[in-house]
Protein backbone atom coordinates (compact mmCIF):
# COMPACT_ATOMS: atom_id res chain seq x y z
CA UNK A 1 0.00 0.00 0.00
CA UNK A 2 1.10 3.49 -0.76
CA UNK A 3 2.46 5.54 2.11
CA UNK A 4 0.42 8.76 2.81
CA UNK A 5 1.83 11.66 1.88
CA UNK A 6 1.00 15.03 3.93
CA UNK A 7 0.34 18.18 2.10
CA UNK A 8 -0.28 21.90 3.01
CA UNK A 9 -3.40 23.18 1.41
CA UNK A 10 -3.24 25.80 -1.20
CA UNK A 11 -4.96 29.24 -1.65
CA UNK A 12 -5.03 31.14 -4.90
CA UNK A 13 -4.67 35.17 -4.58
CA UNK A 14 -5.61 36.87 -7.55
CA UNK A 15 -2.99 39.79 -7.83
CA UNK A 16 -4.01 43.43 -8.75
CA UNK A 17 -1.75 43.13 -11.38
CA UNK A 18 -3.17 40.51 -13.37
CA UNK A 19 -6.45 42.15 -12.75
CA UNK A 20 -4.66 44.99 -14.20
CA UNK A 21 -3.58 43.28 -17.32
CA UNK A 22 -6.89 42.16 -17.68
CA UNK A 23 -8.69 45.58 -17.18
CA UNK A 24 -6.39 46.80 -20.34
CA UNK A 25 -7.48 43.38 -22.48
CA UNK A 26 -11.01 45.00 -22.03
CA UNK A 27 -10.45 48.43 -22.40
CA UNK A 28 -8.63 47.76 -25.35
CA UNK A 29 -10.86 45.12 -26.78
CA UNK A 30 -13.59 47.86 -25.76
CA UNK A 31 -11.46 50.41 -28.06
CA UNK A 32 -11.33 47.72 -30.66
CA UNK A 33 -14.95 47.43 -30.82
CA UNK A 34 -16.02 50.69 -30.99
CA UNK A 35 -13.35 51.85 -33.26
CA UNK A 36 -14.98 48.77 -35.78
CA UNK A 37 -18.64 49.96 -35.13
CA UNK A 38 -17.45 53.52 -36.40
CA UNK A 39 -15.71 52.07 -39.21
CA UNK A 40 -18.26 49.39 -40.16
CA UNK A 41 -19.50 49.90 -43.81
CA UNK A 42 -21.06 47.35 -45.59
CA UNK A 43 -19.19 45.12 -48.48
CA UNK A 44 -22.04 44.65 -50.61
CA UNK A 45 -23.36 48.70 -50.85
CA UNK A 46 -19.29 49.53 -50.60
CA UNK A 47 -18.83 47.48 -53.53
CA UNK A 48 -21.80 48.83 -55.10
CA UNK A 49 -20.61 52.41 -55.04
CA UNK A 50 -17.38 51.82 -56.38
CA UNK A 51 -18.12 49.48 -59.59
CA UNK A 52 -21.31 51.91 -59.84
CA UNK A 53 -23.95 48.79 -59.84
CA UNK A 54 -21.79 46.41 -61.25
CA UNK A 55 -21.23 43.21 -58.85
CA UNK A 56 -18.62 41.59 -61.23
CA UNK A 57 -16.78 39.27 -59.06
CA UNK A 58 -19.24 39.62 -55.92
CA UNK A 59 -22.30 38.42 -58.68
CA UNK A 60 -19.90 35.66 -59.83
CA UNK A 61 -19.52 34.30 -56.30
CA UNK A 62 -23.24 34.37 -55.88
CA UNK A 63 -24.11 33.12 -59.37
CA UNK A 64 -21.62 30.09 -58.65
CA UNK A 65 -23.04 29.51 -55.23
CA UNK A 66 -26.88 29.11 -56.26
CA UNK A 67 -25.37 27.10 -59.30
CA UNK A 68 -24.38 24.20 -57.23
CA UNK A 69 -27.28 24.64 -54.57
CA UNK A 70 -29.84 25.28 -57.45
CA UNK A 71 -32.14 23.12 -55.85
CA UNK A 72 -31.52 23.87 -52.19
CA UNK A 73 -35.36 25.32 -51.62
CA UNK A 74 -38.55 25.11 -52.72
CA UNK A 75 -40.50 27.96 -54.33
CA UNK A 76 -41.75 28.51 -50.48
CA UNK A 77 -38.49 28.41 -48.71
CA UNK A 78 -36.72 31.14 -51.52
CA UNK A 79 -39.27 33.71 -50.39
CA UNK A 80 -38.39 33.18 -47.00
CA UNK A 81 -34.70 34.06 -48.48
CA UNK A 82 -35.25 36.94 -50.51
CA UNK A 83 -37.14 38.33 -47.40
CA UNK A 84 -34.09 37.64 -45.38
CA UNK A 85 -32.18 39.69 -47.22
CA UNK A 86 -34.88 42.54 -47.35
CA UNK A 87 -34.43 42.51 -43.18
CA UNK A 88 -30.70 42.83 -44.18
CA UNK A 89 -31.24 46.16 -45.48
CA UNK A 90 -33.77 46.97 -42.83
CA UNK A 91 -31.47 46.71 -39.73
CA UNK A 92 -28.34 49.02 -40.01
CA UNK A 93 -24.97 47.04 -40.61
CA UNK A 94 -23.23 48.04 -37.55
CA UNK A 95 -25.94 46.58 -35.65
CA UNK A 96 -26.14 43.58 -37.38
CA UNK A 97 -22.46 42.70 -37.06
CA UNK A 98 -22.65 43.60 -33.40
CA UNK A 99 -25.69 41.34 -32.63
CA UNK A 100 -23.52 38.82 -34.62
CA UNK A 101 -20.70 38.71 -32.73
CA UNK A 102 -22.52 39.58 -29.25
CA UNK A 103 -24.39 36.26 -30.24
CA UNK A 104 -21.69 33.85 -31.25
CA UNK A 105 -19.23 34.94 -28.75
CA UNK A 106 -21.87 34.13 -25.58
CA UNK A 107 -22.88 31.17 -27.39
CA UNK A 108 -18.80 29.96 -27.35
CA UNK A 109 -18.17 31.36 -23.61
CA UNK A 110 -21.24 29.64 -22.21
CA UNK A 111 -19.95 26.26 -23.95
CA UNK A 112 -17.04 26.81 -21.67
CA UNK A 113 -18.75 27.55 -18.76
CA UNK A 114 -21.13 24.38 -18.87
CA UNK A 115 -17.70 22.28 -20.20
CA UNK A 116 -16.40 23.23 -16.32
CA UNK A 117 -18.94 21.60 -15.50
CA UNK A 118 -19.31 18.74 -17.41
CA UNK A 119 -15.39 17.98 -16.53
CA UNK A 120 -16.22 17.61 -13.40
CA UNK A 121 -18.89 15.07 -13.17
CA UNK A 122 -16.85 13.35 -15.49
CA UNK A 123 -14.38 12.75 -12.91
CA UNK A 124 -16.33 11.88 -10.31
CA UNK A 125 -18.45 9.74 -12.50
CA UNK A 126 -15.72 7.96 -13.26
CA UNK A 127 -14.11 7.89 -9.93
CA UNK A 128 -11.10 9.67 -11.44
CA UNK A 129 -8.11 9.78 -8.47
CA UNK A 130 -5.32 12.05 -10.98
CA UNK A 131 -7.52 15.20 -11.53
CA UNK A 132 -7.37 16.36 -7.99
CA UNK A 133 -5.15 19.01 -8.51
CA UNK A 134 -7.42 20.50 -11.36
CA UNK A 135 -11.28 20.02 -10.91
CA UNK A 136 -11.34 23.22 -8.94
CA UNK A 137 -10.15 25.05 -11.92
CA UNK A 138 -12.99 23.41 -14.09
CA UNK A 139 -15.65 24.19 -11.45
CA UNK A 140 -14.38 27.66 -11.40
CA UNK A 141 -15.22 27.98 -14.96
CA UNK A 142 -18.84 26.65 -14.02
CA UNK A 143 -19.27 30.53 -12.17
CA UNK A 144 -19.69 31.81 -15.81
CA UNK A 145 -23.09 29.57 -16.70
CA UNK A 146 -25.57 32.08 -14.97
CA UNK A 147 -23.66 35.09 -16.50
CA UNK A 148 -24.18 33.32 -19.62
CA UNK A 149 -27.80 32.06 -19.32
CA UNK A 150 -28.79 35.97 -18.66
CA UNK A 151 -26.96 37.12 -21.04
CA UNK A 152 -28.13 35.12 -23.47
CA UNK A 153 -31.59 35.71 -22.58
CA UNK A 154 -31.43 39.23 -22.79
CA UNK A 155 -29.43 38.87 -26.44
CA UNK A 156 -32.38 36.86 -27.60
CA UNK A 157 -34.84 39.54 -27.28
CA UNK A 158 -33.48 41.97 -28.68
CA UNK A 159 -31.44 40.20 -31.77
CA UNK A 160 -33.88 37.49 -32.02
CA UNK A 161 -35.50 38.92 -35.68
CA UNK A 162 -31.81 39.69 -37.08
CA UNK A 163 -30.11 36.51 -36.03
CA UNK A 164 -33.34 33.82 -36.37
CA UNK A 165 -35.00 34.37 -39.26
CA UNK A 166 -37.93 31.71 -37.84
CA UNK A 167 -39.39 33.71 -35.74
CA UNK A 168 -41.03 36.27 -38.23
CA UNK A 169 -44.71 35.51 -38.02
CA UNK A 170 -44.99 36.57 -41.56
CA UNK A 171 -43.51 32.92 -42.70
CA UNK A 172 -46.37 30.77 -40.73
CA UNK A 173 -49.25 32.68 -42.55
CA UNK A 174 -51.12 30.14 -44.73
CA UNK A 175 -51.96 31.81 -48.07
CA UNK A 176 -49.48 34.90 -47.22
CA UNK A 177 -46.95 36.30 -49.57
CA UNK A 178 -43.70 34.87 -47.92
CA UNK A 179 -45.22 31.83 -46.16
CA UNK A 180 -42.45 29.34 -45.72
CA UNK A 181 -43.64 25.81 -46.19
CA UNK A 182 -40.69 24.04 -44.27
CA UNK A 183 -40.30 26.81 -41.34
CA UNK A 184 -44.23 26.06 -40.59
CA UNK A 185 -43.27 22.59 -40.35
CA UNK A 186 -40.73 23.39 -37.81
CA UNK A 187 -43.20 26.08 -36.15
CA UNK A 188 -44.05 23.73 -33.01
CA UNK A 189 -40.56 23.26 -31.99
CA UNK A 190 -39.97 26.76 -31.30
CA UNK A 191 -43.67 27.53 -30.60
CA UNK A 192 -45.01 24.85 -29.05
CA UNK A 193 -48.00 24.89 -27.30
CA UNK A 194 -49.17 28.36 -29.07
CA UNK A 195 -49.03 29.09 -33.00
CA UNK A 196 -45.76 29.27 -34.93
CA UNK A 197 -45.29 32.98 -35.58
CA UNK A 198 -46.22 33.77 -31.82
CA UNK A 199 -43.85 33.85 -28.69
CA UNK A 200 -41.93 30.97 -28.85
CA UNK A 201 -43.10 29.54 -25.22
CA UNK A 202 -41.35 26.00 -25.97
CA UNK A 203 -37.92 27.41 -27.24
CA UNK A 204 -37.46 30.11 -24.27
CA UNK A 205 -38.85 27.30 -21.96
CA UNK A 206 -35.72 25.47 -22.78
CA UNK A 207 -33.30 27.90 -22.62
CA UNK A 208 -34.13 29.05 -19.05
CA UNK A 209 -34.56 25.07 -18.45
CA UNK A 210 -30.49 24.66 -19.28
CA UNK A 211 -29.33 27.20 -17.62
CA UNK A 212 -31.20 27.26 -14.74
CA UNK A 213 -30.40 22.99 -13.98
CA UNK A 214 -26.75 23.61 -15.19
CA UNK A 215 -26.59 26.23 -12.57
CA UNK A 216 -28.64 24.09 -9.51
CA UNK A 217 -26.14 21.03 -10.43
CA UNK A 218 -23.19 23.58 -10.27
CA UNK A 219 -24.37 24.96 -7.20
CA UNK A 220 -25.32 21.81 -5.40
CA UNK A 221 -21.58 20.05 -5.88
CA UNK A 222 -19.76 23.15 -5.37
CA UNK A 223 -21.47 23.59 -2.18
CA UNK A 224 -20.42 19.36 -1.37
CA UNK A 225 -17.10 20.46 -2.01
CA UNK A 226 -17.39 23.26 1.05
CA UNK A 227 -19.05 20.57 3.15
CA UNK A 228 -16.35 18.36 2.15
CA UNK A 229 -13.43 20.76 2.99
CA UNK A 230 -14.91 21.63 6.47
CA UNK A 231 -16.45 18.02 7.49
CA UNK A 232 -14.26 15.93 5.61
CA UNK A 233 -15.44 11.86 5.18
CA UNK A 234 -16.37 10.07 1.80
CA UNK A 235 -20.26 11.36 2.43
CA UNK A 236 -19.98 14.00 0.42
CA UNK A 237 -17.97 12.95 -2.22
CA UNK A 238 -20.85 10.10 -2.93
CA UNK A 239 -23.25 12.92 -3.23
CA UNK A 240 -21.57 14.78 -5.41
CA UNK A 241 -20.70 11.57 -7.73
CA UNK A 242 -24.64 10.79 -7.55
CA UNK A 243 -25.63 14.12 -8.68
CA UNK A 244 -22.75 14.06 -11.51
CA UNK A 245 -24.28 11.23 -12.62
CA UNK A 246 -27.69 12.59 -12.96
CA UNK A 247 -25.79 15.51 -14.47
CA UNK A 248 -24.38 13.68 -17.27
CA UNK A 249 -28.08 12.29 -18.32
CA UNK A 250 -29.09 15.59 -18.42
CA UNK A 251 -26.46 17.37 -20.38
CA UNK A 252 -26.30 14.59 -22.92
CA UNK A 253 -29.44 15.81 -23.71
CA UNK A 254 -29.65 19.35 -23.04
CA UNK A 255 -26.09 20.11 -24.98
CA UNK A 256 -27.45 18.82 -28.40
CA UNK A 257 -30.42 20.89 -27.85
CA UNK A 258 -28.98 23.62 -26.84
CA UNK A 259 -27.24 23.58 -30.22
CA UNK A 260 -29.83 23.05 -32.15
CA UNK A 261 -31.64 26.08 -30.87
CA UNK A 262 -28.48 28.73 -30.55
CA UNK A 263 -26.65 27.41 -33.36
CA UNK A 264 -28.28 25.31 -36.37
CA UNK A 265 -31.81 27.33 -36.38
CA UNK A 266 -30.06 30.27 -37.65
CA UNK A 267 -29.75 27.80 -41.22
CA UNK A 268 -33.19 27.17 -40.30
CA UNK A 269 -33.83 25.03 -43.79
CA UNK A 270 -30.45 23.64 -42.99
CA UNK A 271 -30.14 20.57 -40.19
CA UNK A 272 -27.77 18.06 -39.32
CA UNK A 273 -28.00 14.87 -37.22
CA UNK A 274 -24.51 15.24 -36.24
CA UNK A 275 -24.66 18.80 -35.18
CA UNK A 276 -24.83 18.36 -31.73
CA UNK A 277 -22.13 16.46 -31.30
CA UNK A 278 -20.63 18.65 -33.19
CA UNK A 279 -20.91 21.18 -31.24
CA UNK A 280 -20.06 19.24 -28.12
CA UNK A 281 -16.69 17.98 -29.70
CA UNK A 282 -16.38 21.75 -30.42
CA UNK A 283 -17.06 23.04 -26.79
CA UNK A 284 -14.91 19.95 -25.26
CA UNK A 285 -11.70 20.65 -26.27
CA UNK A 286 -11.77 24.28 -26.55
CA UNK A 287 -12.56 23.82 -22.17
CA UNK A 288 -10.14 21.09 -21.90
CA UNK A 289 -7.52 23.82 -23.22
CA UNK A 290 -8.46 26.25 -21.12
CA UNK A 291 -8.23 24.05 -18.20
CA UNK A 292 -4.73 23.10 -19.00
CA UNK A 293 -3.61 26.58 -19.61
CA UNK A 294 -4.70 28.04 -16.59
CA UNK A 295 -3.32 24.88 -14.42
CA UNK A 296 0.03 25.47 -16.19
CA UNK A 297 -0.09 29.30 -15.74
CA UNK A 298 -0.63 28.73 -11.60
CA UNK A 299 1.72 26.12 -11.65
CA UNK A 300 4.39 28.33 -13.44
CA UNK A 301 3.33 30.95 -10.26
CA UNK A 302 4.15 28.66 -7.79
CA UNK A 303 0.63 26.93 -6.98
CA UNK A 304 -0.74 23.61 -7.60
CA UNK A 305 2.15 21.98 -6.05
CA UNK A 306 0.43 18.35 -6.13
CA UNK A 307 0.49 18.68 -9.95
CA UNK A 308 3.97 17.30 -11.77
CA UNK A 309 4.86 16.65 -14.99
CA UNK A 310 2.14 13.12 -14.85
CA UNK A 311 -0.83 15.37 -14.61
CA UNK A 312 0.14 18.07 -16.98
CA UNK A 313 0.58 14.86 -19.56
CA UNK A 314 -2.78 13.45 -19.27
CA UNK A 315 -4.10 17.25 -19.69
CA UNK A 316 -2.08 17.54 -22.45
CA UNK A 317 -3.25 14.18 -23.91
CA UNK A 318 -6.76 14.80 -23.08
CA UNK A 319 -6.21 18.18 -25.54
CA UNK A 320 -4.46 16.06 -28.41
CA UNK A 321 -7.36 13.09 -27.85
CA UNK A 322 -10.03 15.52 -28.12
CA UNK A 323 -8.58 17.23 -31.01
CA UNK A 324 -8.71 14.73 -32.94
CA UNK A 325 -12.31 13.70 -31.73
CA UNK A 326 -13.14 16.66 -33.06
CA UNK A 327 -11.94 16.13 -36.59
CA UNK A 328 -13.21 12.73 -36.65
CA UNK A 329 -16.96 14.52 -35.88
CA UNK A 330 -15.92 17.69 -38.39
CA UNK A 331 -14.77 14.82 -41.30
CA UNK A 332 -17.54 12.37 -40.73
CA UNK A 333 -20.49 15.22 -41.14
CA UNK A 334 -19.06 16.83 -44.59
CA UNK A 335 -18.57 13.17 -45.84
CA UNK A 336 -22.00 11.93 -45.16
CA UNK A 337 -23.38 15.43 -46.87
CA UNK A 338 -20.82 15.45 -49.31
CA UNK A 339 -21.16 12.12 -51.04
CA UNK A 340 -25.11 12.14 -50.40
CA UNK A 341 -25.08 15.37 -52.57
CA UNK A 342 -28.56 16.72 -51.20
CA UNK A 343 -28.59 20.61 -52.40
CA UNK A 344 -30.15 21.66 -49.38
CA UNK A 345 -27.48 19.73 -47.04
CA UNK A 346 -24.65 20.60 -49.21
CA UNK A 347 -25.59 24.64 -49.06
CA UNK A 348 -24.88 24.67 -45.45
CA UNK A 349 -20.64 24.03 -46.99
CA UNK A 350 -20.81 25.46 -50.28
CA UNK A 351 -21.63 29.13 -48.14
CA UNK A 352 -18.64 28.58 -46.05
CA UNK A 353 -16.12 26.76 -49.00
CA UNK A 354 -16.72 28.84 -51.81
CA UNK A 355 -17.73 32.80 -50.29
CA UNK A 356 -15.43 34.83 -49.07
CA UNK A 357 -14.86 35.98 -45.92
CA UNK A 358 -16.10 32.48 -44.64
CA UNK A 359 -13.48 30.45 -47.04
CA UNK A 360 -10.24 30.34 -45.78
CA UNK A 361 -11.80 30.36 -42.19
CA UNK A 362 -13.05 26.76 -43.18
CA UNK A 363 -9.82 25.77 -44.31
CA UNK A 364 -7.99 27.17 -41.34
CA UNK A 365 -9.92 25.38 -39.57
CA UNK A 366 -8.46 22.08 -40.22
CA UNK A 367 -5.17 23.63 -39.63
CA UNK A 368 -5.55 24.89 -36.50
CA UNK A 369 -8.07 23.06 -34.72
CA UNK A 370 -6.00 19.16 -36.12
CA UNK A 371 -2.90 20.03 -37.84
CA UNK A 372 -1.13 21.91 -35.59
CA UNK A 373 -2.43 20.23 -32.10
CA UNK A 374 -1.56 16.50 -33.31
CA UNK A 375 1.76 17.79 -34.41
CA UNK A 376 3.02 19.68 -31.66
CA UNK A 377 1.70 17.37 -29.24
CA UNK A 378 2.59 14.36 -30.86
CA UNK A 379 5.54 13.59 -28.37
CA UNK A 380 5.51 12.62 -25.07
CA UNK A 381 7.54 15.17 -23.86
CA UNK A 382 5.46 17.88 -25.23
CA UNK A 383 2.52 16.98 -23.14
CA UNK A 384 4.48 17.22 -19.87
CA UNK A 385 6.29 20.56 -20.75
CA UNK A 386 4.66 23.80 -19.21
CA UNK A 387 5.78 25.99 -21.99
CA UNK A 388 4.35 23.76 -24.96
CA UNK A 389 1.16 23.84 -23.36
CA UNK A 390 1.17 27.36 -22.79
CA UNK A 391 1.98 27.66 -26.82
CA UNK A 392 -0.68 24.59 -27.88
CA UNK A 393 -3.53 25.66 -25.59
CA UNK A 394 -4.26 29.35 -26.83
CA UNK A 395 -3.77 28.12 -30.52
CA UNK A 396 -7.36 25.37 -29.92
CA UNK A 397 -9.12 28.42 -27.82
CA UNK A 398 -8.74 30.47 -30.83
CA UNK A 399 -8.92 28.18 -33.64
CA UNK A 400 -11.96 26.95 -32.24
CA UNK A 401 -13.46 30.49 -31.41
CA UNK A 402 -13.19 30.37 -35.34
CA UNK A 403 -15.01 27.53 -35.73
CA UNK A 404 -17.85 29.26 -34.15
CA UNK A 405 -17.40 31.99 -35.85
CA UNK A 406 -18.25 29.69 -39.29
CA UNK A 407 -21.30 28.09 -37.43
CA UNK A 408 -22.96 31.42 -37.13
CA UNK A 409 -22.18 33.96 -39.26
CA UNK A 410 -22.33 33.15 -42.08
CA UNK A 411 -26.31 32.10 -41.45
CA UNK A 412 -27.14 36.08 -40.59
CA UNK A 413 -24.35 38.20 -42.59
CA UNK A 414 -24.84 35.89 -45.80
CA UNK A 415 -21.85 37.95 -47.96
CA UNK A 416 -21.59 40.62 -45.72
CA UNK A 417 -19.82 39.31 -42.83
CA UNK A 418 -16.10 39.28 -42.10
CA UNK A 419 -13.50 39.26 -38.75
CA UNK A 420 -12.12 42.97 -38.53
CA UNK A 421 -12.06 44.97 -35.16
CA UNK A 422 -15.39 44.57 -34.14
CA UNK A 423 -14.60 40.59 -34.04
CA UNK A 424 -11.50 40.94 -32.28
CA UNK A 425 -12.31 43.51 -29.82
CA UNK A 426 -15.06 41.65 -28.95
CA UNK A 427 -13.43 38.35 -28.53
CA UNK A 428 -11.23 40.28 -25.89
CA UNK A 429 -14.04 42.13 -23.75
CA UNK A 430 -15.50 38.16 -23.27
CA UNK A 431 -12.17 36.48 -22.53
CA UNK A 432 -10.86 39.43 -20.12
CA UNK A 433 -14.39 39.28 -18.37
CA UNK A 434 -14.72 35.47 -18.41
CA UNK A 435 -11.29 35.27 -16.86
CA UNK A 436 -12.05 38.06 -14.09
CA UNK A 437 -14.88 35.86 -13.04
CA UNK A 438 -13.11 32.69 -13.44
CA UNK A 439 -10.09 33.64 -11.56
CA UNK A 440 -12.26 35.37 -8.72
CA UNK A 441 -14.56 32.48 -8.00
CA UNK A 442 -10.80 30.18 -7.70
CA UNK A 443 -10.25 32.77 -4.55
CA UNK A 444 -13.12 31.64 -2.92
CA UNK A 445 -11.96 27.79 -2.47
CA UNK A 446 -8.76 26.27 -1.64
CA UNK A 447 -7.36 24.81 -5.03
CA UNK A 448 -8.25 21.43 -4.05
CA UNK A 449 -9.46 19.68 -1.72
CA UNK A 450 -7.44 18.53 1.27
CA UNK A 451 -10.22 15.71 2.79
CA UNK A 452 -10.87 14.82 -1.49
CA UNK A 453 -10.91 10.77 -1.05
CA UNK A 454 -9.06 10.69 -4.21
CA UNK A 455 -6.10 13.02 -2.66
CA UNK A 456 -3.58 10.56 -2.27
CA UNK A 457 -4.55 8.17 -5.67
CA UNK A 458 -3.70 11.72 -7.17
CA UNK A 459 -0.45 12.08 -5.27
CA UNK A 460 1.09 9.13 -6.12
CA UNK A 461 -0.11 9.32 -9.66
CA UNK A 462 2.14 8.23 -12.41
CA UNK A 463 2.84 7.82 -16.08
Not at 116 to 133: D, E, I, N, P, T
Request: overall charge neutral; glycine content about 8%.
Amino acid sequence: MAHQVEVTEEHYVFKPSLKTKLYAILGIGALLLVLGLFLSKDPAEAEGAEHGGGHGGHSAKVEATHLVASAEEHAAASEGHHEAGAEHHETKYWIKRLYTTLWMNNVYFAGLGIIGLFFVAVQYAAQAGWSVGVQRIALAMGTWIPVAGLLMLALWFVTKHDIFHWTHAYLYQTGGAEFDAIINKKGPFFFWPLKGGSFPVFFIFRMVLFFGLWYWFFSKIRQNMISEDLEGGTSWWYKSRGLSAWFLVFFGASSSIAAWDWVMSIDTHWFSTMFGWYVFASWWVTGLAVITLIAAHLKSAGYLKIVNANHLHDLGKFVFAFSIFWTYIWFSQFLLIYYAHIPEETVYFVERMRNSPYSWIFYFNIIVNFVLPFLLFMTRDAKRHLSTLKLVCPIVIVGHWFDFFNMVTPGVMKHSGGIGFVEIGMFMVFAAVFLLVVLNSLTKLPLWGKNDPMLQESLHHHI
